[in-house]
Structures are given as C-alpha cells and as structure tokens.
C-alpha cells in the first residue's frame, strides 16, 4: 500500500527554466545527463525515492530510476488532493456530438477512479494484469485508465475507429482479463455501437477476456451476456475504495499498439517512473504550462497524444484537461475549437496539422473566429504530421500566437524535438520542428551508419540511451524491438522517419522511410493494407503506397496487378478490396482508389519502387534508381495513374 502523503514533506520543484534545452546542450558526457535526469526526480512524488538513475540490465531493458517506487494514479489525484487542490477541475467534458458538458473535480475524479479500481480488484484483475480499454471520448475513459494505473494493472487502449479485427488481435497479444467498454461512440452524424463490435472482436479472437464491463449511455439497446458482462453503473454503485498501489518504476503503465510496416501491430510498452517525470517535465519546458492553467488536447484517447496530453501530462502536473467528444468542423461549425477556446480558457491547443487544414477548408477567413474571444490562447502545438508551410502560415496569422511544429512518435510518448517554450523558445522557421528536445540525442546517418553534416537528408536516430518515458521495450516481443528500432545502427534507435538538420541545427522531418502513413494523424500501415488486398483472389501482386491529400495529409492508394485470366470487372474487384480495408482495419483507412495496371515497376533485386511512384503521384522531383529493372513499366504504370491523378510527374 502507498505511503500517506504528508502534505509539506514534498518540496515544490523550483523552475524548470534552468534545466531546459540550454543547460543540456553543454551537457556531452552521460555521467552528466544522469546526473541531470536524477536532478528532476524530486519533480514528483515517490513512495521510495530512486537512488539509481538507469539501469540496463540482464534482461536487455532500459530501466529509468530502477529502485524508484511510485503510483502514476496517485500522482495524477491523490497528490493533488492532498494538497488541497481537491476542488479543482481536472476534466472538462465537452460533447457536441451529445449536446453534453460537465466539470469534475479532482475530488470526484479520485472517487470514481477509486471506485473502478475497486471493482477491477474485486473481478480479479491484479497487479500485472493487462486490461483493453475500448472507449469513445467520454470521461469513464479516462476513469479505467487511472483505475488501472491504481493497482498496477496494464492498460491497453484501443481506438474506437479500429475494425473488430484490429481489436481481435490486440486481444490476442495483451491477452486481457477484463475488457472494458461503452455502448456507443458518436461520430458526426451517426453512432457507432461499440459493444457489437467488441462482441465480434472476441468471437474472432483466440484470447478469450473473463469478463467485460460497459457504460451504458442513452437511447441503445445492448445485448449483455449473462456472467461475463457488467453494467458499469451498477458495478460503481456498490465499489468501495481501493487505494493506489505500489509499483517499480520500471513496472508497465500502459501498452499502446502502433503501426510498423507489417499486419502485427507493435505493443509500445511505457513504463512508471520514467514516463511520469517526462510528463511532469514536458508541460513546463515544452508547453509553458502552469498547474491550475487549461490545456486541450484535441486528439482521441486512443492515440499516444491523447494518452499523453489529455490523461497523463496534464493531470500529473495539475492543470485542467479538455475532453473533447466532437471534430474540429462540422460539430456543428469551424468554430469549434475557438468556443472551447472561449469558454474554458484553453492556454494551450494541441492537435493534429489536419485539424486546422479542415478548418481552413470551411472557414478559410477566420469569420468564425471573429465570433470569440480566444485571448486566453498562448500557443498552438501541432503534431503527428508533417505540418504543410500554407496551413502553419494561416494559423499563425489566423490565431497570431506562437505555432509549434513538435514531432514525436507513439514509441518516444513525448515530443523528440520542439520549440521549448516554456525554457528556451527560439525562433520558428515553417517546416521545422526546431531542435532536439533536452535529452533526445539526435543524429543523422547514411544507410551505412556515417553521420551526415548539415543540410544532407538522410535516416533520423537517436543516440542511446533514450531519455526517461519512451519505451523500454515491446510488450511480449524484445526481440522485435531490437530488430525494428535497435540493431539497424547499433547504439542508437531508428526513428523510422528521414530528414536533416539545417545550417542552424533546425531539424526538418521529411516523411517515413518504411510502409508507415499517416492518415488524418492516424498511424497505418501500408504493408498491412497490401496484406488485405492479396486476400481478394483476383490479384497477383500490389503497391499500397500514401499520396497527398489536402485535409488529411495521406491517404492509401491500392496499385494492383490482377492474376492472368481473370474475368471479374475491375469495379468489383475495387469494391471488395475497398470494403476489406474497411472492414478489417476501420473506416479511418479511407483507400482513396484503385488502379488496376499490368505490371508494376520494380528494382532488379525485387524491390517495388513505392518512393518513385509516391514522389511522382505527388507530382514532386523525384528520382528513379539505376537498379530499375524496366524503366518502361514505371512510364507505364504512371500513364494509368495521371488519368486519375492529373499531378503526377511526367
Ligand atoms: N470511432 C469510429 N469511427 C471513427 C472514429 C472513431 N473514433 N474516428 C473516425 N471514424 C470514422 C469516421 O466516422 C469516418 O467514417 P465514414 O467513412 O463511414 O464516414 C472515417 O472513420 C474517417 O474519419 P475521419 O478520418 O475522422 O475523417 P472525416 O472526414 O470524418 O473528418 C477530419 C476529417 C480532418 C475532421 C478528422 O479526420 C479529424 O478530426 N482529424 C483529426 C484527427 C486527430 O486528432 N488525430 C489524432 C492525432 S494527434
Ligand atoms: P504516431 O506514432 O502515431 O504519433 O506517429 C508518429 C509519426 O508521425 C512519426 O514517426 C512521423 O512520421 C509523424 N510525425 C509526427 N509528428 C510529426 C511532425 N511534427 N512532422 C512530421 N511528421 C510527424
């Protein structure tokens, strides 16, 4: 059991200004960068404070403040009650889609959280367990992922975009005791009933949950099973109080399941310790945060942003987060954020580049901004995307307060490079996103491991160690992890993304190198797509490569090759591969189209030249590899695509 906080023992942190960016740029050797993380540990509070400040061990593990003992759970509300701050907003609830808004307190929060905690205790679910949390946006989200950081049970939440069978194999991996769910998520004008979805997941799944538990909201039957499903008010009607647990700081705080480049997700591990001084850092170094101040996240609990800056960040560092059920248009008006904006007092908004480009799309003259006050906003952050240089001009005009292009991945849980804005803000350039975040040693290096100098592109790493709250492995699967991020360049992580520092140390992310696209902000894989598509019979080989898309950054495209002989019409076949991505990984892949060609342009090794077409669809320079085996089959299959996409480079 933890400790009971005696209020005065902790001492408030002093500033974090002076241990920003600054301070560890001077720092070169890693004694000192320990020495430098170990200088924040009193950032947050322990239940046995860490003498050790990392550890790699046998295990092969990156260990953060190895023989700290703390509760991730406690921090975000015990600590804060205690403290007096009770009656402070944590979450302020806003749903356009349900024409619903509330406020909860630290207080109340703690009380529910204790509550579910409880009832997850009382259904067998204990320390190391892992539990699915499938949810729309709604604050009961927010309630069984603290719940489960409470008694140091894993949570795993899934997106409620993804397809039954996305789910089914998320089940399959974390294999949960509990799953816990609600009867509907709202969408613009339709609801998607979850608990159906949920119900085929564990059909298709191998792992089978011992029980689920479902917030029932208004207006929808649910089919409940008898002895495995429980209605989540019932169950909080009668749960007492389970206080927070304790845990290592290495113990798993949560897995989050995130594209790679094949139809197996990784399940992104994040650990205690590490994670919550990287939270509690963040909000003042990163986003110039104060407790008490408002921060919106405009992203889906599902996503590591919202993990991280609706949840985790915030609420560890005392601020009020928004919980916001509803789109940046069409909920009801391009003007949404800008009421939020108003009406909470929002200082810092964080969403995705194409959030505001579907803004700017509707409201390409800010009229609906002149209908609210927004002064209270301080910054806009962006991220999950490339930010295009016309939307990050217009927001800046537009909102007239500092844009910060951050770029940051579900693995690193926080930003890998920014504008530090609450240490040591620098001047902005459109299309960077500034510099390396303290801590976040980045490098650039050739396909041979040698390390470029200032304007040359090529693979982004990071030196290790990584710094506290990214991951420390895969969940189930070490040697997956090395072999993805660790073993390409030994000593250092593979991003995944390309790019180059300018003269002035800026960094300019210039895209993936591997099959992963980014769709509305959504991480997906193309490797995943074209496993898809070979499941329809008619075809012999594709090429599922992400073209540019003026609202949502990327979207999928499918090049095909049908077998020989085939007589079935090109319009079903497009169909059916179009309603299996669909179906299988969620409405979110949005498959822009199909083009059926006769062969596709590969390398004389085999390898299919998906940059080329890429680059040449987007109607950008782009180069072709002298190792093409035939040149004329890319002329070819471009003439098929430019019918279809006029842009396409000759
Ligand atoms: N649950 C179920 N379905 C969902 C869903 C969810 N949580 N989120 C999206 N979908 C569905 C939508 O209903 C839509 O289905 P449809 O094709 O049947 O209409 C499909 O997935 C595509 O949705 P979306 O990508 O949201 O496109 P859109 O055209 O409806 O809206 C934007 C466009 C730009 C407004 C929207 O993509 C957006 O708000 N993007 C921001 C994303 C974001 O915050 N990402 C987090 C990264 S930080
Ligand atoms: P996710 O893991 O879903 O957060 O996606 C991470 C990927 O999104 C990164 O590897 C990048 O490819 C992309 N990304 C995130 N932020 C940015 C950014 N600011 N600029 C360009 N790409 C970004």
Redesign the pocket.
């Known amino acids: 059991m933890i400790c009971k906080f005696v209020v005065g023992i902790f001492k408030e942190p002093a500033s974090y200004k002076q241990s920003g960016r600054n301070k560890m740029e001077q720092v070169v050797h890693d004694d000192e960068k320990m020495k430098f993380w170990m200088s924040l540990v009193d950032r947050i509070f322990w239940n046995t404070k860490p003498t050790k400040v990392y550890d790699k061990s046998d295990d092969g593990l990156y260990h953060w403040f190895p023989d700290g003992v703390l509760n991730t759970s406690y921090l975000a509300l015990d600590f804060h009650v205690e403290a007096g701050k009770g009656e402070e907003t944590a979450i302020i609830y806003d749903s356009p889609v349900t024409k619903t808004k509330s406020k909860l307190s630290y207080r109340k929060l703690l009380e529910s959280v204790e509550k579910m905690a409880f009832t997850l205790d009382s259904l067998g679910v204990k320390k190391g367990d892992t539990v699915v949390i499938y949810m729309?946006m709604i604050p009961e989200a927010l309630v069984s992922m603290l719940a489960c950081a409470r008694i140091g049970a894993v949570h795993s939440v899934v997106?409620?975009?993804f397809a039954p069978h996305e789910l089914a194999v998320r089940l399959d991996d974390c294999r949960p005791k509990i799953v816990i769910t609600a009867s509907y998520?709202v969408?613009?004008s339709k609801i998607?009933p979850y608990k159906p979805l949920l119900d085929e997941a564990m059909h298709l799944s191998s792992h089978k949950p011992d029980y689920v538990i479902l917030k029932s909201r208004p207006n929808l039957e649910v089919i409940m099973h008898t002895g495995r499903d429980f209605d989540w008010d019932e169950l909080m009607e009668t749960a007492g109080k389970k206080k927070a647990v304790n845990v290592s700081s290495g113990d798993p705080l949560y897995i989050l399941y995130t594209s790679g480049t094949t139809g197996k997700p990784k399940g992104v591990v994040r650990d205690n310790g590490g994670h919550a001084i990287a939270m509690h850092y963040s909000m003042e170094v990163i986003y110039d945060m104060k407790p008490g101040e408002v921060f919106f996240a405009?992203?889906?609990v599902g996503?590591v942003?919202g993990h991280s800056y609706i949840v985790y960040a915030p609420l560890i560092y005392g601020c009020t987060t928004v919980l916001y059920e509803g789109?940046?248009?069409r909920t009801p008006d391009a003007g949404a954020f800008y009421r939020i904006i108003e009406e909470y007092k929002v200082k810092t908004l964080f969403?995705?580049p194409?959030?505001f480009r579907?803004i700017r799309k509707e409201d390409p003259d800010g009229k609906e901004l002149s209908k609210y006050n927004i002064s209270s906003l301080k910054y806009l952050f962006l991220?999950?995307e490339r930010t295009d240089p016309v939307t990050y001009d217009w927001a800046c005009e537009l909102l007239k307060v500092p844009v910060v292009d951050h770029w940051w991945q579900t693995e690193t849980g926080w930003a890998i490079a920014a504008n530090m804005m609450g240490a040591s803000p620098l001047p902005t350039k459109a299309g960077s996103a500034t510099k390396p975040v303290t801590g976040f040693d980045v490098r650039i290096l050739d396909e041979e491991g040698h390390e470029l100098n200032h304007g040359e592109k090529g693979n982004i790493v990071i030196k290790l160690p990584l710094p506290p709250g990214c991951l420390p492995t895969l969940w189930n699967d070490h040697t997956n992890f090395e072999s993805s991020y660790l073993s390409h360049y030994p000593g250092y992580y593979l991003t995944g993304d390309g790019g180059y520092f300018d003269e002035d140390g800026y960094l300019f992310i210039l895209g993936r190198i591997d099959d992963v696209i980014n769709?509305?902000?959504?991480r997906l894989s193309t490797g995943e797509m074209e496993e898809i598509v070979a499941e329809n019979s008619s075809i012999a080989e594709s090429a599922v490569i992400g073209i540019a898309d003026e609202?949502?950054g990327q979207v999928p495209l499918a090049i095909v090759v049908c077998k020989d002989g085939i007589s079935i019409d090109q319009k079903s076949i497009e169909f059916d591969i179009t309603h299996r991505i669909r179906e299988k990984i969620?409405?979110?892949a949005?498959l822009k189209a199909v083009v059926f060609v006769k062969r596709l342009p590969k390398t004389r090794s085999g390898k299919i030249l998906r940059k080329t077409m890429r680059k040449m669809i987007d109607g950008e320079t782009y180069s072709v590899p002298s190792t093409i085996d035939d040149p004329s089959i890319l002329d070819e299959v471009m003439d098929v695509v430019r019918i279809k996409f006029p842009r396409t480079s000759n």
């Open positions: 729309p997106f409620g975009g998520g969408e613009i998607i405009a992203s889906d996503w942003v789109k940046p248009v969403c995705a194409t959030a579907a991220a999950g769709v509305a902000g959504h609202i949502k969620g409405a979110i949005s």
